[in-house]
């Protein structure tokens, strides 16, 4: 019986210690004896609303000091819009600090999201989508092929002095792009590097026939392009060949 009881005892001990501990780490005391006062965010913070940040980190750090769950409140910074990464630690005595790091758009990819310089697809929310950036369209398991040919079409027209504005593979893996100047490019869905390479390089002759622009280049041809010109323009005095003859 008295060994019994030592154990008892022992157990109710060891509660009366832990039982403290636990409640402080657990939040339900302790949070007004070691709060949370200050809130240091860091990061190049253009397009994150800091009072949106404020509001989401706020009911976290009202656990206290030695209560607040550090991954929960990095999750929910995370899930912010144009949020890539976040860091949320604290500092003894009341500081909670909060790094961001914003998504950097490299492209607009459908209607309503964007794609960021590490290839990952983010919603465009209520922000204003940056000025310049190319447009993509195409199915979301297709983004390091649309980024790979993206690059190497503008390395190609780049000679020319064009860029890309937009590019598109649809459901079947049809490829077609549109150019700077207006041109839209039909390339198909076999080919489409050896095709675009050899209408590159013999673009500038082909416009070189006419004063008008070209408005579009079918390239699903073995041997050659379909050109189309505005409806006003005149016909060149000769169809050009690109390894046969060329249609027009």
Known sequence: MNALLRIVAW??????VALPVVAVVNGWIGAERWPLRTLRVGGEMQRVDPQQLRTTV???????FFAIRLADAQAAVAKLPWVER????KRWPDVLEVRVIEHRPFAQWGKDRLLSEHGRLFPIGAIQVPKGLPRFDAPEARVADVVALYNESRAMFAPSGYDVSTLSVDPRGSWSLTLSNGTQVVIGSSEARLRLTRFARLMPQLLAQKQSPLTRADLRYTNGFALSWPAFAPKPAAAPHVQGQTQT
Do not use: H, T, Y
């Open 58 to 64: 706020l009911p976290f750090a009202q656990r206290g």
């Open 86 to 89: 976040a860091e949320v630690r």
């Open 11 to 16: 157990m109710l001990a060891l509660a009366l």
